[in-house]
């Protein structure tokens, strides 16, 4: 557990980047600070490691003065992520993330085993191993500057905007891995980021700062979107947090239409007969979804993979609203897939459906809240 009390950083020429801020950063959860540019969060993040000391006030880790920690002592026991990897240049990939075992002590073969499983882990090709930083793309550098910083076992995690310079995709596809890594490995971590989307989607809960380095509300991310403090935070989670928001509510029981599906090497003209110049939906031999298929009943060919459109995600059976709105404004056919809990096609729903159970459980949410008021002492 890392606890910041009253902590004030005011740096030599009189700037304050943080004004007493107050928070915790709890035991084997990820707590992500947020907020616009020069709020503090590096600085923040920083004095965790004392790579900067505090003012005044004091950070505890596990009930421990940082101050009364020798820094190098300190800094093995926490694992550190910045914006650019921070990678030698001079040293291949599997000698970057092999130095800390090293240094630890392990011989050098132990550790260059240990630095080859760290880098699988953290989902780089064995065979980008032996390669320098610069012949990385920017998203693959970052796995390497992750798989450093998990190299030494570190209980706690500070991450300095690991994700930010990296294109969407790429960042999306880093931020689950990191995600599916960190429900494994269950890390203290302290995340930097100014993308609120990031920070709802990663954090456990999520301390907004606003400039000045004041600390404006932590919260877990379904709060912040439900109740921000302030007109600051409203405005920070965005006008459209009412749609995030929806990545929170469960979809409870989908009205779910059966739909008339074809297999994957069934003819074409099956599909065509089931399908009548709309949209088919293809399966495989275990009923997971593969695509959609406009049939063409002048073929006489089977169903092939190349042929589907690939379009429209996926929702779960179980999973939230904003999934299934997802999945059925994305679908070619307009009509989203959902699948049950082992991703077989359970059936599809329409914009119109989630958004008709949208407004109900929004009615239902209206009359607690009345209801609430009205029972007010
Ligand atoms: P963030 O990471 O949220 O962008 P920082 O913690 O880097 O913010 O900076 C917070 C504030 O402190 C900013 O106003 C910044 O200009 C200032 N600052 C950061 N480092 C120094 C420094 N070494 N000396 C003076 N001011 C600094
Ligand atoms: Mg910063």
């Known amino acids: 557990m890392i606890e910041f009390e009253s902590v004030t950083k005011r740096y030599p020429d009189g700037t304050v980047a943080v004004d007493t801020l107050s928070l915790t950063a709890p035991t084997g959860q990820l707590t992500v600070f947020v907020g616009p540019s020069g709020c503090g969060k590096t600085t923040s993040l920083r004095m965790i490691n004392r790579m900067i000391d505090a003012t005044s006030g004091s950070i505890l880790l596990d009930g421990r003065n940082?101050?009364?920690?020798?820094?190098?002592?300190?800094?093995?026991?926490?694992?550190?992520?910045?914006?650019?990897?921070?990678?030698?240049?001079?040293r291949t990939v599997v000698d970057n993330v092999a130095t800390v075992p090293y240094l630890l002590?392990?011989?050098?073969?132990?550790?260059?085993?240990?630095?080859?499983?760290?880098?699988?882990?953290?989902g780089l090709d064995p065979a980008f191993a032996e390669r320098y930083p610069a012949q990385l793309s920017g998203g693959q550098q970052q796995r390497v500057g992750v798989a450093r910083a998990l190299a030494a076992d570190p209980p706690v995690m500070l991450m300095d905007e690991p994700f930010s310079a990296v294109d969407p995709v790429v960042?999306?596809?880093?931020?689950?891995?990191?995600?599916?890594l960190q429900a494994e490995l269950g890390k203290t971590i302290v995340f930097v980021t100014h993308d609120i989307?990031?920070?709802?989607?990663?954090?456990?809960?999520?301390?907004?700062?606003?400039?000045?380095?004041?600390?404006?509300?932590?919260?877990?991310?379904?709060?912040?979107?439900?109740?921000?403090?302030d007109a600051f935070v409203a405005g920070f989670v965005g006008r459209d947090r009412g749609y995030r928001a929806l990545g929170f509510t469960e979809a409870g029981r989908l009205p779910l239409r059966d739909e008339p599906v074809?297999?994957?090497?069934?003819?074409?003209r099956l599909a065509a007969d089931r399908?009548?110049?709309?949209?088919?939906?293809?399966?495989?031999?275990?009923?997971?979804?593969?695509?959609?298929?406009?049939p063409r009943p002048d073929l006489d060919e089977t169903v092939l993979p190349e042929s589907l459109n690939l379009g429209g995600t996926l929702?779960?059976?179980?999973?939230?609203?904003?999934?299934?709105?997802?999945?059925?404004?994305?679908?070619?056919?307009?009509?989203?897939?959902?699948?049950?809990?082992?991703?077989?096609?359970?059936?599809?729903?329409?914009?119109?459906?989630?958004?008709?159970?949208?407004?109900?459980?929004?009615?239902?949410?209206?009359?607690?809240?009345?209801?609430?008021?009205?029972?007010?002492?």
């Open 66 to 90: 940082v101050s009364d920690v020798k820094p190098e002592q300190l800094r093995r026991g926490i694992g550190y992520v910045i914006q650019h990897a921070g990678l030698f240049p001079h």
């Open 105 to 122: 002590g392990h011989d050098r073969r132990q550790a260059k085993r240990r630095a080859l499983e760290l880098l699988e882990r953290v």
């Open 171 to 180: 960042r999306e596809q880093l931020q689950d891995e990191f995600l599916r």
């Open 197 to 229: 989307d990031e920070a709802i989607k990663l954090g456990d809960q999520v301390a907004v700062l606003r400039v000045g380095g004041h600390l404006a509300q932590i919260a877990p991310p379904a709060e912040l979107l439900s109740r921000p403090a």
């Open 262 to 268: 074809v297999a994957l090497g069934d003819p074409v």
């Open 275 to 294: 399908a009548q110049d709309d949209w088919v939906l293809v399966v495989d031999a275990d009923r997971h979804p593969q695509g959609w298929l406009v």
């Open 315 to 377: 929702a779960s059976a179980d999973g939230t609203l904003r999934q299934a709105l997802d999945a059925a404004l994305s679908s070619p056919s307009g009509r989203g897939v959902v699948v049950d809990a082992d991703g077989r096609f359970a059936g599809t729903i329409t914009a119109t459906e989630v958004l008709a159970r949208i407004e109900q459980r929004s009615a239902v949410a209206r009359a607690e809240a009345v209801e609430a008021v009205g029972h007010r002492p």
